[in-house]
């Protein structure tokens, strides 16, 4: 077994994936920068294990996954005998697989809509538009805190990839306890983990750094 996972510290996947293992236990993951601003993502030795060339990617021996639900997932089912981040259970995997469409689809798309008009297309300003849907993906995970974490009684994959996008959405909107409550409390516990101290906050100010150093 090679594993290797190819990684930016200031993307929320990278970040995702990078806790999952921490979280799971799973030894030997060679990790490896991808430098965007290098254009490493575009090199042909990349391009060739993810033709979609974004981070993360993880190889397996010969077999390469993108996508940081896809590979969390896979290392998760192969690698780790943690039942409680992804249980078997089709009811309670449902759940956390909703979330992480919920993610995927709304959290870090909402994300991403404001980091890439600056970095990528000359954008000076955040529209307030964009702003607002941050503020949306807030509420609805507000509603979805009707236990103690994202899917239910226990801490699973969902709570860690919601952190990751999260946590660096906070760095362009703050939550605001008033208005959030579950949210904030959620996100306090997930402060507590260790892994999110050593890769998950250092990542996420690091990102709001960079979207504040293309604003005008």
């Not at 290098?38 to 996954?65: A, G, M, S, W």
Request: with cysteine; net charge negative.
């Amino acid at each position: 077994m090679v594993l290797k996972l190819y990684k930016m510290d200031a993307s929320p996947p990278s970040r995702a994936v990078m806790m999952t293992i921490k979280a799971a236990n799973i030894p030997d993951v060679e990790i490896i920068d991808v430098n965007m601003q290098e254009r490493d993502h575009l090199k042909d030795e990349y391009v060739k294990i993810n033709p979609q060339h974004t981070v993360p990617t993880l190889q397996d021996d010969e077999f390469c996954i993108w996508d940081s639900h896809a590979i969390a997932v896979y290392l998760l089912t192969k690698y780790s005998t943690n039942t409680t981040l992804y249980p078997s259970d089709p009811k309670q995997r449902a759940i956390i697989d909703q979330r992480l469409h919920f993610d995927s689809g709304i959290l870090f798309p909402n994300l991403r809509g404001v980091v890439e008009p600056l970095v990528y297309r000359g954008e000076k300003s955040i529209k307030q538009e964009s702003l607002d849907k941050i503020k949306s993906g807030y509420e609805f995970t507000e509603k979805f805190l009707t236990k103690r974490w994202i899917a239910g009684d226990e801490f699973t994959l969902a709570d860690i990839c919601f952190l990751a996008s999260i946590r660096s959405s906070c760095e362009i909107v703050p939550i605001d306890p008033a208005v959030f409550p579950k949210l904030t409390d959620w996100l306090n516990r997930c402060k507590e983990l260790d892994y999110h101290k050593s890769i998950n906050e250092p990542g996420s100010v690091l990102l709001g750094n960079v979207v504040r150093s293309f604003l005008g």
